[in-house]
C-alpha cells in the first residue's frame, strides 16, 4: 500500500455528490472479488479501503478509495482545495483541518486553443514574437498596456461582429432547413445588436450553477435590457445531463423568455453547445456571467477563456474566480451571504448582480470618447488579460503537477523512470 500511496496521484475534481461515484457492496463483490484473493487479503480489509457511510448505509466510494490509496491529492482550484479538505476530513480524524493531506492546483486553459488567431497576431506584435514559449511568465503580459485601446477594441467588435455573425446563420438555417417557427428562429439570436452590452452564459445547466439567476427579477432585467441609449442583451447557450431533469427544466426557462415578445430578442438561447460554439461565444461576448451557488464550483474554466480574449468576468467569488479576481479585472457578485434561506439567497444575490450591471457594468461599457472608444471598459479589458492568461493557463498547471506530484511520485518508484541523459525531467520544456 505505502509504494501504491507514494506513487499515485489523485484529483478530485468536484464538491457535488453526483459527481462521486459510489456503489454498493454487493457489486463490488461481484466483479472485484477476484482481487482480493491476488492480493492476498480478505473482503473485510479490501471494501475498508472505499468503504463510505451515506445517511442511507454504507456504500464503496471511489473518491474514498482513491483518497485513501494515493499519497498525493489535489483539488481544482485554492477554494476547492480548502472545501475538499472539509469535505473529507473524517477520513484523518486525527488531523487538523490543514493537514488533511488535499492540496490544490488550479485549472487553467490552453491558451493556443482558445486565443482567437487574429488576436494571437495582435499580442505577437505587441507581446514579442516568442511570447507563446512564456505565456505562463506574468511579467510578458504586462506589455498588453502598450497595445492602443483603440486597436484593442477594434478587435474586440470584429470578435463581436463574427459571434453574431455564427449566431445569425445558425439562426437563418433552423429556419430554412429545419422549418422552424418563426418565434424559435428569433429566440435563436436573429434581432442581436452587435453594437449593444452582450453578456455571454454559456455552461453545463447543472443546477448549482443558477442559469436563471439573471432572469430572478424580469421587470428590473426589462428595465437594464430596453435603455433606449444603453440596451444590453444576454446570449444564453449549454446542455443539461440526459438525466438531470431539474437541469432540463432549466433550460426549458430560459427559452421560454427567449421566446417572450417582451423581451424583444434581447435574451437569446443558443443551441448545440459544443467546444465550436464555446469559441465563438467565449470571444465574442462583452463580460462573461457565471453565478454558481458557493462553494460548488471546483473551478470553472470558461471564463479563462473568456479572459484570455478580453472578456472580463462578472462572476461569483468560487473556484477559480476567488483567487483570479484582482479588483480591477473583472467584477465579483458580492459578498454573498451563505446563511441566508435558499429562497432569498437566490433574490439576494440576483439583487447583487442588478446592482452592479445597473450602477458599474452597463455605465462603464456606454462610456465613450470622441473617438467612441470606451477607455475605461479596455482598462478592465487589459487588466483581465495580463492578470489571467498567464496565471490559468495550461502551461503553468501542466508545470505545477510535473514539480509538485509527478516528479516526486515517478521518483519514489521502484521501477525508476528515468530520461537518456540519467536524470528525471524536472519540467517538461516541451509545453506550449
Ligand atoms: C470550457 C467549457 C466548459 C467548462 O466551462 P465551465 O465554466 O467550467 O462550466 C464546458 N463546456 C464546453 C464546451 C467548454 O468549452
Redesign the pocket.
Known sequence: ITEVQRTTVFTTHTPVPAGHDAFPFHLVEKYLHPYWHQLGIDRERFLAFGTHRESWGEVFHMTVLALQMTGHCNGVSKTHGEVSRRMWQHLWPERSLEHVPISSITNGVHTPTWLDPELHRLYDRYLGPDWQKHHDNPAIWLKIHDIPDQELWWARLRLKYQLMHFIRERARQLWREERRDPVQVLASGALLDPEALTIGFA??FATYKRATLLLQNLARLQTILQDRWKPVQVVFAGKAHPADEPGKHLIHQVYTLAKEYGLGGQIVFVED???RV?KFLVRGVDVWL?NPIPPLEAS????Q?AALNGVPNLSISDGWWWEGYTGGNGWTIGPTNPLVEIESRDVHDADLLYTLLETEIVPLFYQRDSDDVPRGWMRVVKAAIASIAPQFSARRMVKEYIERFYVPAASASSAVITTANGTLPSTSPEID
Open positions: 455552461r453545463r453547445y459544443d467546444i464555446a457565471n470553472g474554466t470558461s471564463g477563456k
